[in-house]
């Protein structure tokens, strides 16, 4: 066989040592832990290479610059939300629900609030964190809401943007000032819950979990998206 047949070159055995396919994980963990640490002002890639045990150039073979790293931390801490499109919006938005919940826990928020404080200083980056995460999040919410107008579930002239601005700012509201000031119904409101209801309390229910805050929830949008007083098709 000729020295440069192409044959050759598939019976070869390869130089050098495999790729570690751990690499991705470890750097990303690294690149989270350096922006909880020093923000995005203070992102240093040779930082993060220390703290993942690996060389920068490796880094860089994946991520061609130090913003491209920073978006792709970011995004591991966003939700990767899609419209679920059960056929039916409470079904869709009890999905939804717990897993917007899971992006505004700790340490996540603190390192969204902490980097998005800083990245309108950083135009390109933000614009890219925002298309990229946070307009993502909100577009699967919308769609909700879109969708069940469309299929005759809500009022026909019901701001389906609002309406899901009205229902991720309520799980984000709770998350920021705290879940026992609007984890739990009021005596005599009519919630579903109350005192010793499961689930409105941080390690009651696994992660990703339906809880009774998010059914109240649910059932307080679909109210106010149906309408008082109409009938509309089954939710």
């Not at 209801?197 to 679909?222: I, K, M, N, W």
Request: overall charge positive.
């Amino acid at each position: 066989m000729p020295p440069d047949d192409p044959a050759a070159e598939c019976v070869r055995p390869r130089r050098g040592r495999p790729r570690d396919a751990t690499i991705d994980d470890r750097v990303l963990r690294a690149a989270v832990d350096e922006l909880a640490g020093r923000g995005v002002g203070g992102f240093s890639v040779n930082s993060v290479a220390a703290r993942a045990g690996v060389a920068k150039r490796g880094i860089y073979a994946r991520w061609a610059t130090r913003d491209d790293l920073v978006l792709a931390a970011l995004g591991t801490l966003a939700a990767g939300l899609v419209p679920p499109r059960t056929g039916s919006l409470r079904e869709d938005l009890l999905r939804l629900a717990p897993l917007v919940d899971a992006v505004f826990t700790e340490p996540r928020m603190s390192i969204l609030a902490r980097c998005l404080a800083e990245l309108p200083r950083y135009p390109g980056l933000y614009e890219a964190f925002r298309r990229e995460s946070v307009d993502r999040c909100a577009a699967a919410v919308q769609d909700a809401f879109h969708d069940a107008r469309r299929r005759g579930e809500i009022r026909s002239d019901l701001d389906t943007d609002l309406a899901a601005a009205a229902f991720l700012g309520a799980l984000l509201t709770r998350q920021a000032f705290g879940r026992q000031a609007f984890g739990r119904p009021r005596a005599g409101s009519g919630g579903s819950g109350g005192p010793g209801s499961p689930g409105d309390e941080p390690g009651e229910q696994p992660p990703g979990a339906v809880t009774a805050y998010h059914r109240r929830l649910v059932e307080f949008s679909l109210a106010a998206a149906r309408g008082a007083g109409q009938a509309f098709g089954p939710a």
